[in-house]
């Protein structure tokens, strides 16, 4: 069964550095997003992505943060100066964007940790 | 403002029926979503419901109340396995979909 994959499981960074979160969403897919979900506390949606452009975005998703699908299969989630409240798990999801638009698809997630 | 409130903590007993329960306020509705999250791992789609009623699916239903802003998880037969954290989502609007904080549901023998 297609999945969506993320890479890598786990990311340690210092304060001020960029990351950069990696996904590959279901091959067919056209909706593509990003949540956060900080240790104990409820999944939060970043940012969702439509032909080729940020369609919603959160408040969240300030000048720090940029998305990315550089080629057919990946799409990426940038970190620019990295905080330590961005230490959180990060889930890319993908949908259909047929009459299935609605079911998001979830990969395994990154665990950001910051120091 | 967004607000969506489900209860914090559940228990029930192996074979047994439970609900959960979500109430939202949210500035637009486009349909509403229930995951199931166990411990460290992603969610996990169960149902989306943008009418009103009740769908059902195997052992899982999921009923909508649009003019009350209420959705339900009914969860049938009970298993071990369902002990897992039960998430109430809104898609706003477009594609900006809300998460309410979980509800933890454990499963007794």
């Known amino acids: 069964e297609p999945e969506v994959t993320q890479t890598p499981s786990h990311q340690v960074t210092q304060m001020g550095q960029e990351v950069i979160l990696r996904c590959v969403p279901i091959?067919?897919?056209?909706?593509f997003y990003w949540y956060r979900q900080i240790l104990g506390q409820k999944v939060e949606f970043l940012v969702s992505f439509y032909n080729n452009e940020i369609s919603e975005k959160s408040e969240i998703f300030d000048d720090q943060f940029s998305v990315e699908r550089p080629d057919g299969s990946n799409f990426t989630l940038k970190i620019r100066s990295t905080k330590l409240e961005d230490s959180a798990m990060y889930f890319c999801?993908?949908?259909?964007?047929?009459?299935?638009?609605?079911?998001?698809?979830f990969g395994p997630g990154t665990r950001l940790l910051v120091l | 403002g967004q607000n969506i409130d489900q209860p914090t903590e559940m228990t029930a007993t192996e074979g047994a029926i439970v609900q959960i329960n979500c109430t939202y306020q949210?500035?637009?509705?486009?349909?509403l979503f229930w995951y199931q999250q166990h411990a460290g791992e992603a969610p996990t789609f169960l149902s989306y419901?943008?009418?009103?009623g009740l769908e059902e699916k195997g052992r899982f239903s999921s009923f909508l109340s649009r003019s009350k802003g209420y959705s339900y998880l009914l969860l049938k037969e009970l298993q071990m396995k369902d002990s897992a954290s039960y998430l109430c989502?809104?898609?706003?609007?477009?594609?900006?979909?809300?998460f309410g904080p979980g509800t933890s549901l454990s499963v007794i023998p």
């Open positions: 999801a993908s949908s259909p964007g047929t009459d299935d638009q609605e079911t998001q698809y």
């Open positions: 091959s067919n897919h056209l909706y």
């Open positions: 949210t500035s637009g509705f486009n349909g």
């Open positions: 989502a809104v898609r706003s609007f477009y594609d900006k979909v809300i």
């Open positions: 419901n943008v009418l009103d």
